[in-house]
């Protein structure tokens, strides 16, 4: 963890550091001091990070929010000085949590590293697109076309599969998730079980159609 912290030191005396080996980063104004981050808008000293959004010397977290000084986390919102955590908020020298509850380190890794296999984090600018328009090369992306994504819009391509996967865990819960993400899942379950009763009510329908036609 000593890393983050050097940077962060650095990141007071050049406010406007340029970055170090990461890609789709704003820089800058934006992202400052940062070194092998990925996905990230208005990030200052952070250290091998994902999709994360006005964080300040934080190390390996992926999709946090105005966080300081966190490590190895997923998820999180407005924490400090928090380690090995999952979609939490308000977390003050803290560890293990899932959505906000105690957990262990095993079980930390358990969901992480499940979590990890869908390959997603909430990209915060729109240079992947970007570097797809331009052959796949980071070095052809137009600085001038790359643009920071709003919070709840850089998570609406979560994969269905993961929010299945975190709504089926016992710790998950659903007010958090929408507060971190903006995604409601209650609405989701909602609109899908409306759509399951009316894909029901028209199997009936052709059924009682088939039989009709079948009685003529």
């Known amino acids: 963890m000593i890393a983050p912290f050097s940077f962060l030191f650095f990141s007071f005396i050049y406010p406007y550091m340029s970055n170090s080996n990461c890609d789709n980063t704003e820089s800058s104004d ?23 959004y006005a964080c300040y010397s934080s190390n390996g977290c992926r999709g946090c929010k105005i966080c300081y000084g966190c490590y190895y986390s997923f998820g999180l919102k407005n924490c400090e000085a928090t380690y090995k955590s999952i979609f939490s908020i308000g977390l003050s020298g803290d560890k293990f949590k899932v959505f906000g509850r105690e957990s262990t380190e095993l079980r930390f890794h358990e969901i992480f590293d499940k979590i990890q296999s869908f390959g997603f984090y909430p990209k915060q600018t729109n240079a992947f697109e970007l570097y797809k328009e331009n052959g796949n090369k980071w070095s052809e992306i137009p600085v001038s076309k790359l643009t920071y994504k709003e919070w709840d819009d850089s998570w609406k391509d979560c994969p ?9 865990l016992p710790e998950f819960d659903s007010a958090i998730f929408k507060e971190i993400t903006g995604i409601d899942f209650q609405e989701d379950s909602e609109a899908k079980k409306k759509a399951q009763e009316l894909e029901d009510e028209a199997t009936k329908l052709l059924a009682k159609a088939k039989d009709l036609r079948a009685s003529l």
């Open 30 to 52: 934006c992202c400052s001091c940062c070194y092998n981050c990925h996905g990230c808008h208005a990030c200052h000293a952070c250290y091998s990070s994902h999709g994360c």
């Open 160 to 168: 269905k599969g993961l929010i299945t996967y975190l709504s089926s």
